[in-house]
């Protein structure tokens, strides 16, 4: 028999390789070491991958269904119009016959109007597949990998991706050189907490308490705002001189997160918003006043403000309820024109009461003069020009001194509110 130095060099390069004719469904056995008698021999290539090829798919049968006969028609229909690469590599994984990993290539090829895709069976050795799992877990996932000395605070590079911008030197002295890069990298805002966190009795002083510990912070890569991950560890637990720091990018979760927060605050905000003034609604009101009350600053002096529209009702049942509505979003910007929007609180907490915060007074005069300058801007609101309506507003206040309780805050300064109501309206009371 003669030597083939083809076929002897395609055992030592490929388990297996085949030449198929994806037009007549045929196919060329070129090499294959599981079945040598096969070699140089043709055969109908839906048939072969039934009864040759199976076995090889035990674990990636999605693998066996890329390769039939009318998935590879499709492709060649497809790449026509979408432009498809036809040459393609499958990953199998750990087949039943190897005890590592397999990967099935595809290449295409055309010759005398006939297409054709070779296929080749590789074996990946247990080192080469070893690499290739650190390489997809490990340094693909981090931007670099440094090696720290902390007994002679010097640092090396072992490790740095290819995409990655804001790469640190290759070594150097570890307190001066990655401090100072941390200045140039690092947004402002993170800079001290970082430098403080990568300080080397830092790193002792917490591992010394736990396996590993990370930071996070923010950086800019081009203009674009980076979260990154900043992870340490010792990379020999008994003799703890050497820490591995590993840096990740996190940008993308970092930002799902604050997408998340933001959503939630803005349901939160609805919830307590009333839809028509954009001001707190009741619930978002009380639970605003009753934080005030509950809060540390005990002397913090502030008063309630409750005001009742005067005329509302005849307005809105003989304007008509737009004009009505109109009515209460006229008052509502007075509010916010008129007050504090850091310090003081407005809410809308019924029909046509609202109830306003007025944080830091001096005195109790200081919450009256607020209280009239909103009367008088209210009484300036015009319903219709074409009617004889007008708007006023009474208002009764209460004060956080005199009661130590939500409702009886309330309590008081809405029956000061129908006090004012009685002596004429348009007014304020701010006592029994």
């Known amino acids: 028999m003669m030597f083939d130095e083809s076929s002897f060099l395609l055992d030592k390069l490929c388990i297996a390789a ?25 055969f109908r290539w839906s048939n072969y991958t039934h009864t040759c090829l199976n076995g090889l798919f035990a674990t990636n049968l999605s693998a066996w269904q890329k390769i039939q006969p009318e998935v590879l028609k499709q492709r060649l229909i497809n790449s026509h119009y979408n432009q498809e690469n036809l040459s393609f590599t499958i990953e199998l994984l750990h087949s039943t016959q190897y005890s590592s990993s397999l990967y099935l290539q595809l290449t295409y090829l055309k010759e005398d109007n006939t297409n054709y895709f070779y296929i080749t069976l590789k074996q990946d050795t247990e080192q080469s597949l070893l690499q290739s799992i650190v390489n997809t877990f490990v340094f693909n996932n981090s931007d670099y990998f440094i090696r720290v000395s902390l007994k002679d605070d010097y640092f090396t590079t072992i490790s740095a991706s290819e995409n990655c911008l804001s790469l640190p030197p290759l070594e150097g002295q570890y307190s001066s050189e990655l401090i100072k890069y941390a200045k140039i990298y690092v947004v402002h805002e ?16 917490r591992l010394s308490q736990q396996e590993s510990f990370s930071i996070f912070f923010g950086l800019f890569e081009n203009g674009i705002y980076k979260r990154k991950k900043l992870e340490f560890r010792y990379l020999d637990e008994k003799d703890k001189e050497i820490v591995l720091l590993s840096r990740s990018d996190i940008t993308e979760a970092y930002n799902e997160e604050r997408l998340k927060v933001r959503k939630l605050q803005d349901m939160l905000r609805r919830a307590y918003t ?14 605003q006043v009753q934080a005030r009350l509950n809060s540390s600053k005990t002397n913090e002096f502030f008063a309630l403000l409750f005001i009742d529209l005067d005329n509302f009702k005849p307005i809105n049942d003989n304007l008509g309820h737009p004009i009505g509505d109109r009515v209460l979003k006229d008052v509502a910007v007075v509010l916010k024109d008129e007050l504090r929007a850091s310090d003081d609180l407005t809410g809308r907490i019924g029909g046509d009461e609202f109830l306003v915060i007025v944080s830091h007074l001096k005195d109790k005069n200081h919450a009256k003069l607020v209280a009239l300058r909103l009367i008088r801007r209210i009484e300036g609101i015009v319903p219709d020009e ?23 805050l309330i309590d008081t300064a809405d029956k000061r509110v129908y006090q004012a109501k009685s002596q004429g309206k348009g007014c304020v009371i701010d006592y029994d």
């Open 190 to 205: 993170d800079q001290d907490y970082v430098i403080e966190q990568m300080k080397i009795d830092n790193i002792i002083k």
């Open 274 to 287: 009333d839809s028509l003034t954009g001001l707190l609604n009741r619930q978002g009101m009380l639970e």
């Open 18 to 42: 085949f030449k198929v004719d994806v037009d007549n469904n045929r196919v060329l056995v070129l090499s294959n070491s599981m079945r040598p008698i096969e070699v140089g021999f043709e």
């Open 386 to 408: 074409n009617s004889h309506y007008r708007i006023s507003a009474s208002v009764g206040i209460s004060f956080n001194n005199e009661v130590n309780d939500l409702q009886s």
